[in-house]
């Protein structure tokens, strides 16, 4: 094992005291502060290794800041850094660090108390109503006490930085007391050595020190080295303007952080001073593993305080949907000490997350805007994940649409447009904005709901995702314009201008035969009549948005797999009176009737397969065999 010279020639001048030992005695609330702490606050022992390096990391920045004033400071030539040395031979880990160090009187006030508001009113605090202890206990400084979890004894070894100070060393096993006596030959900082207790040797091991460092360490800004090898060698680049930052750089650290062998798709780094100070650094990976069927993804965007790391995968940093993110979140405004273990703060992390969701929001808008190819390859991954944002996060729904991008009757085959370019590209005294769900592009073409669309110029985007017409629903409008469904009842198409057709039924005969088929049909449609929608086509289904409507029938059919029943349909049968086989129907209805009743339900499941609300296509069939025996020649 490496041991530190820095180390050997402390162990010698720590033994030359020059004064006898003061003895104090914790107070009785400082003692019960201290159980808390060790017995019941930190679920992860390793934490005091954390605690310790950040308490280091303080002083080093502390000294730093003072050197930039101060032209006499002790020991200015001692290098800013964090030494940690390990024997595991005596069982006994040492961390060190050469910032501000501490007078006699600095001790007391920060080893001898507990919390520096007072531990009397810590203790009141803790008992007070409606405050949870966990929540309380991260507004006092108690993180260096994580120690006594693991430790048997505990000396501290400090001077201060001032010329005329001199050494000190604090020793305490916590049990009640602490002592604090001179001790020349000190270097400026302060060395904290630990005992062991027999239950935690691996901390007295290098592998394990190196590990945990590097677990929650590993962007601290000054050198930690750990019996003289340096462990933190990846750079917080997301501290630096990103005017400094390399791509080469961005990428190297992406890799290390997400743990992935390819690029990231994109990246954000973005910092705030208000309201909360961040500086963050998010990505975008290039795969999406959901959609690669390979398992759900984690959020990975660790969350820190000055670089220490608080929580590798805080659960609400930000929303659900956005559960593909990788990176980093730095916030000062995060409690110290206590709370790197878990975020008890729950507004603190409401505004956090807040923040840097409209922010990333804003991001992608940007680059939907001017990366358009770059979005798109973000779009083809990660799109239903914020389709996924835009069904259930109000929060979010506006900014979440959008997003959106979609086929479009508008655009060729494969291209896709988003809400805002539909509105630009829609007449003046158009109210809605039109889309039809289908299986696919092909088999919306080839229904009956876009001819009536065609004929009058409008544009209908075209929906072929589960998802995407519950989706539609959720959003309900956009700008001040709905969001209606072309197969909808509550969507009313303007009369046509053309001449009237000679061979058409008329009115009369067109009411009669509504009311035959909706005798024949009964409780399968809630009702048959004419419309503007059928242009060629001879039947269609509209419905509303109601419980038995069409949209609401679609997306029962999704989860029928989760045992839920079909609701009795409100669905409506339009016929066109101008189509041969309406006429037709027409006119054999009183003739042969048992035809007629077999072209009025294949016309019904016709219309219902054209919507995709056909619940069995297995009676259809059977009925167009009928049919087809009616037609065809039959064998002597």
């Not at 950040?54 to 004033?69: G, M, P, V």
């Not at 969701?357 to 358009?372: G, P, S, Y």
Request: charged share 30%.
């Amino acid at each position: 094992m490496l041991i530190s010279p820095k180390f050997l020639e402390w162990k010698v001048f720590s033994k030359t005291m020059s004064k006898k030992p003061k003895t104090h005695e914790f107070q009785a609330e400082t003692r019960q502060v201290l159980d808390i702490v060790v017995n019941s606050l930190y679920k992860d022992k390793e934490i005091f290794v954390r605690e310790l390096i950040s308490n280091a990391s303080d002083a080093l920045e502390k000294l730093r800041r003072l050197q930039l004033t101060e032209k006499e400071v002790f020991d200015d030539n001692l290098e800013l850094e964090i030494n940690v040395t390990t024997d595991d031979s005596a069982n006994q880990l040492t961390i060190q660090d050469f910032g501000v160090g501490m007078t006699e009187d600095e001790l007391v006030e920060n080893l001898g108390t507990i919390a520096h508001s007072g531990s009397k009113e810590f203790m009141e605090a803790l008992k007070s109503d409606g405050e949870k202890n966990e929540a309380l206990i991260g507004k006092f400084g108690v993180g260096f006490y994580s120690v006594f979890m693991v430790a048997e004894k505990v000396q501290a070894y400090t001077r201060t930085w001032k010329n005329d100070g001199e050494g000190q060393c604090w020793e305490s096993d916590g049990d009640g007391s602490y002592s604090i006596e001179s001790s020349d030959g000190q270097r400026r900082g302060t060395k904290i050595v630990i005992k062991l207790k027999d239950d935690f040797a691996e901390f007295a091991k290098e592998d394990r020190i190196k590990e945990v460092i590097k677990k929650y360490s590993a962007f601290v800004q000054f050198p930690i080295s750990v019996n003289g090898e340096k462990v933190n060698t990846v750079d917080a680049i997301w501290m630096r303007s990103k005017n400094e930052v390399t791509d080469e750089e961005y990428e190297e650290f992406y890799k290390f952080q997400a743990n992935d062998y390819e690029a990231p798709l994109m990246r954000m780094h973005f910092s705030a001073d208000a309201p909360l100070e961040i500086n963050s650094l998010l990505f975008v990976p290039k795969r999406n593993m959901e959609k690669m069927g390979m398992f759900r993804n984690e959020n990975k965007v660790a969350l820190h305080c000055r670089k220490v790391l608080i929580d590798a995968e805080p659960k609400a940093l930000f929303p659900e949907w956005l559960r593909f993110l990788k990176g980093v979140v730095d916030s000062s405004d995060l409690p110290l000490n206590v709370s790197r273990e878990t975020m008890q703060d729950s507004e603190l992390l409401r505004k956090l997350n807040q923040v840097l969701t409209k922010r990333f929001l804003r991001f992608l808008n940007e680059q939907a805007k001017k990366e358009e190819q770059n979005y798109l390859e973000f779009w083809n991954e990660f799109g239903a994940l914020i389709k996924e944002g835009a069904a259930t996060d109000f929060t979010y729904r506006e900014d979440l649409a959008k997003l959106l991008l979609f086929e479009s009757t508008a655009l060729d085959p494969g291209k896709l447009t988003g809400l805002d370019a539909y509105l630009d590209r829609m007449a003046k005294d158009q109210k809605e904005i039109l889309f039809l769900f289908g299986k696919s592009r092909e088999s919306i073409e080839a229904g009956p709901y876009l001819e009536a669309m065609h004929a009058r110029g409008l544009e209908v985007l075209l929906l072929t995702e589960p998802v995407d017409e519950y989706v539609m629903q959720s959003i309900n409008e956009y700008k001040e314009k709905k969001i209606v469904s072309a197969d909808s009842d509550d969507f009313e198409l303007e009369k046509l201008d053309q001449d009237e057709d000679a061979d058409s039924l008329d009115e009369e005969k067109t009411k009669s035969l509504c009311e035959w088929l909706k005798e024949k049909l009964g409780d399968k449609v809630s009702g048959v009549d004419t419309g503007e929608r059928l242009i060629d086509s001879p039947v269609c289904i509209v419905g509303g948005d109601g419980p038995g409507g069409a949209s609401a029938r679609r997306m029962m059919k999704m989860m029928q797999g989760m045992g839920e029943s079909m609701p009795a349909p409100e669905v409506k049968l339009q016929i066109n009176p101008k189509h041969a086989i309406i006429r037709g129907l027409y006119e054999i209805r009183d003739t042969d009737e048992e035809t007629a009743s077999l072209v009025a339900d294949q016309l019904l499941d016709n219309a219902m397969a054209s919507a995709n609300l056909l619940d069995d296509p297995r009676e259809m069939i059977a009925r167009s065999y009928k049919a087809l025996e009616k037609l065809a020649p039959t064998a002597s």
